[in-house]
């Protein structure tokens, strides 16, 4: 079976580094139940007479990864503490005599896995990692539960085939959809000829949707600018909620301000992403992942038991954090309000009769810049809206006055909007933007509804509008972590398309995705005191940092209340360091100390602080932060 797609985008799907080396393995033939044979590449390291094992299984073609190993090896396998099995899918590339109708992807991970087990080369002890459909794999295989699988790493991937995935509000994500078939997966049929979401999606979601029958320890891996978003966080909460309670606590996600990867420069765990940089955030998904497995596959007592649930990258104030649940429990959900002469703000309209017309032309769509793409053509992550999108006439904007405090955002926004069209069916699209100071507007987020999706998204929900007919029409953002800087403004660009992330509506409210006329519009937003229209932020409450002050048990201090000497105790991995810091409840940060060697007792002399409640905050290198209360009280 030819499969369809370029080097490069293979290539930084893994994060590969490239050297002049090329990776030797010993190539393998594994029995499958049927008969069949998967090929399979096997790495073992020089002196290994029984290792741990990471399987990787891919689609992409697995002689790809001899020029490079993930997560950090290379091509230095003999430096690495297990060995590697790379397997083709069924049907694909060396396995593809192996195609055959009514198999299951998951039966064939259970066959690797338990083959694998079997080998003189491995202890038993066996790990999947993967990104993209090499981490959906990994669902269905432990939705089998080999007995000698471990512990997984899905990266930017969740298990669910649902109809938001590939129909958000309604719309067609097309450049998706193009992708996934120029790779091979030849989707587009299915998916096109269930435009609505019937018993089909039904039954898919249902029998895709799985978390309690995942037995395996896994780290989620994800960003907040990969597509995955929305399935990611809804699967780790599942998993959280309902899989064993054996297992139940050992699962964790890391969410990093990534893109999805495979074209262009950036990739999971890059610095660059898109027109910014996150040094902090580089490798840091390598590095979690390689302690995962330590203590998951060797029994390396390196205090991963002891972190938080849930990583998540804070942008804006670029740094990571620490939670027992996403969302985290101290966001609130705050109105800011449209208003006249472009702005926004927690007040509600005074004018009587105000709007904005927004005319769209099909032929001329609002254009895709950067974002939660797929597409090799299309650049992905944080980009600058104003030199194209926003300086075009086809978009509405709206923004906070320069901002005066830091506002804090984590989770998803919601915009509602009071609208009206001259057409039968137009679509309505949101992109949330951060407003530099020196004027660029860096997106951070979008999505996008289908009028005739309205009131929900079932053959029955829908209906054509009638021209001039005020709508309320509601567009749900994927969630997203970030700190909208003091001096800097939120804002949202309204626009009626996003061409090519989303389908093009053609106006004539007839069948969708099909040739036909395009009828430009003249779309409108109302802002006044009749018709609110609005976007509802989610909001922290509280000081960020101090949301998560419970979720470790790691970080101990003693006495409290406390005088004069505070003594610091914390569980972490033999050689940690971190920083201990002390903040008001305010947010006001009143100590910082360096801490050398997590495994001994650190004493702090804080009698010069006023007595109150603080909270201790320790950051590890790790990345991990841990919060406990301390009471200061004076004698």
């Known amino acids: 079976m030819k499969k369809h797609f370029s080097l490069v985008w293979c290539l930084l799907l893994f994060s590969f580094t490239l050297s002049a080396q090329v990776l030797t393995p010993v190539v393998d033939s594994i029995p499958m139940r049927d008969g069949k044979k998967i090929a399979a590449d096997r790495y073992v390291p020089a002196g290994c007479t029984s290792c741990p094992v990471i399987l990787i299984q891919t689609p992409y073609n697995r002689l790809f990864l001899r020029l490079g190993l993930p997560l950090g090896v290379g091509t230095n396998i003999n430096t690495s503490n297990y060995a590697f099995v790379v397997t083709d899918w069924r049907g694909f590339f060396g396995s593809s005599a192996a195609a055959a109708p009514g198999t299951s ?41 080999p007995p000698s699988l471990r512990c997984a790493v899905p990266v930017v991937a969740g298990p669910q085939f649902s109809y938001q995935e590939y129909y958000p509000g309604g719309v067609a994500r097309t450049e998706y959809i193009e992708q996934l078939d120029a790779l091979g997966f030849g989707v587009s049929t299915v998916l096109y000829a269930n435009q609505v979401r019937n018993l089909t999606w039904q039954m898919s979601e249902a029998t895709t949707f799985y978390p ?64 910014l940089s996150y040094p902090n955030a580089a490798g840091r998904n390598d590095s979690l992942t390689r302690v995962f ?36 429990q101290t966001v609130t959900p705050t109105t800011y309000y449209l208003q006249n002469a472009s702005g926004l703000s927690l007040s509600t309209p005074s004018l009587a009769n105000d709007s904005t017309l927004i005319p769209y032309n099909p032929s001329d769509p609002s254009p895709t810049v950067g974002g939660t793409t797929l597409r090799a053509d299309l650049d992905q992550g944080p ?7 926003e300086a075009r006439s086809d978009v509405a904007i709206y923004s906070t006055p320069v901002l005066t405090t830091d506002l804090v955002l984590q989770g998803s926004v919601v915009a509602n909007l009071h609208v ?75 626009t009626n398309s996003i061409y090519p992330k989303y389908d093009s509506n053609l106006n004539n409210g007839q069948q969708m995705y099909t040739q036909g006329d395009t009828l430009p519009a003249v779309n409108v937003v109302y802002h006044n005191n009749q018709f609110l229209s609005s976007i509802i932020l989610p909001v ?17 201090v003693y006495p409290n209340p406390v005088s004069d000497r505070l003594r610091v ?11 201990f810091e002390l903040w008001t409840v305010a947010g006001n940060k009143v100590l910082s100390h360096a801490w050398t ?32 209360k301390v009471v200061i009280a004076k004698h």
């Open 293 to 328: 497995f330590d203590y998951h596959l060797i029994g390396i007592a390196n205090g991963w038991d002891q972190t938080a649930f849930v990583n998540y990258y804070q942008m804006g104030e670029d740094a990571w954090h620490a939670s027992a649940q996403w969302p985290v």
């Open 105 to 145: 992807q998951g039966e064939d991970g259970y066959d690797v896995v338990e083959w694998i087990a079997q080998q003189p080369w491995c202890n038993t002890m066996i790990g999947t990692w993967g990104p993209s459909a090499l981490g959906r794999v990994q669902f269905a295989t432990m939705r089998e539960n």
């Open 540 to 556: 922290m409450s509280a000081p960020l940092g101090i949301e998560s002050q419970v979720v470790q048990s790691g970080l101990q």
């Open 383 to 389: 980009y600058d809206q104003a030199p194209v999108v």
């Open 420 to 494: 009206t069209s001259n057409r039968f069916d137009t679509d309505f699209a949101v992109r949330l933007v951060d407003k530099y100071p020196d004027g660029r507007s860096m997106l951070v987020t979008d999505g996008i509804r289908r009028l005739r999706f309205r009131n929900g998204f079932a053959a029955s929900d829908t209906s054509n509008i009638v021209p001039g007919q005020i709508y309320t029409l509601s567009i749900q953002l994927p969630a997203t972590s970030i700190t909208i800087k003091a001096g800097h403004r939120l804002q949202i660009d309204i």
């Open 569 to 579: 105790y914390y569980h972490a991995p033999l050689g940690s360091t971190g920083v």
């Open 212 to 275: 309690g029958q995942i037995t395996k320890p896994m780290l989620m891996i994800g960003g907040w600018y990969d597509h995955n978003v929305r399935v990611m966080l809804e699967f780790f909460n599942g998993v959280r909620q309902s899989s064993p309670l054996n297992v139940r606590d050992q699962h964790r996600l890391l969410m990093g301000p990534w893109v999805h990867g495979g074209s262009g420069v950036a990739f999971v765990g890059s610095a660059t992403q898109g027109q």
């Open 597 to 628: 060697n997590l495994s001994t007792q650190l004493a702090i002399e804080i009698g010069h602080l006023p007595a109150g409640v603080y909270i201790g905050r320790l950051v590890d290198n790790y990345g991990n932060a841990s919060h406990a």
